[in-house]
């Protein structure tokens, strides 16, 4: 398993524009082989997570090079850039243990 996950900083008072904005685009994850889960995560002060599972991180390469990935961020630069404290933080990790219910 892989996981992505892109950290973006929101403007106080701007939260909602931002929540609105991931809740209306079209993500294209489920055309794309070796997609598991995708979590959009508010966290305190304006904190959002943009968090990916992956069958592997081939997988997620996979998706970097698609059509699909172009598809879903064709919107990317109608996104007011004012909305951000500053540029989003990406993260990429090897999945080494995982637990789940039986």
Request: proline residues 4%; hydrophobic residues 35%; neutral net charge.
């Given at each position: 398993?892989?996981?992505?996950?892109?950290?973006?900083q929101?403007?106080?008072?701007?939260?909602?524009?931002?929540?609105?904005?991931?809740?209306?685009?079209e993500?294209?994850?489920?055309?794309?082989?070796?997609?598991?889960?995708?979590?959009?995560?508010?966290?305190?002060?304006?904190?959002?997570?943009?968090?990916?599972?992956?069958?592997?991180?081939?997988?997620?390469?996979?998706?970097?090079?698609?059509?699909?990935f172009?598809?879903?961020?064709?919107?990317?630069?109608?996104?007011?850039?004012?909305?951000?404290?500053?540029?989003?933080?990406?993260?990429?990790?090897?999945?080494?243990?995982?637990?789940?219910?039986?």
């Amino acid at each position: 398993m892989y996981i992505t996950m892109n950290r973006f900083q929101i403007k106080k008072g701007r939260e909602a524009e931002f929540e609105e904005i991931w809740r209306t685009r079209e993500s294209y994850l489920h055309e794309v082989p070796g997609f598991v889960a995708f979590h959009f995560l508010r966290g305190p002060e304006g904190e959002y997570i943009s968090h990916t599972l992956w069958e592997s991180k081939a997988a997620f390469e996979g998706w970097v090079g698609s059509e699909a990935f172009h598809k879903a961020h064709g919107r990317a630069g109608q996104t007011p850039k004012d909305l951000f404290e500053g540029p989003a933080k990406f993260s990429f990790y090897d999945v080494l243990l995982s637990q789940g219910r039986k």
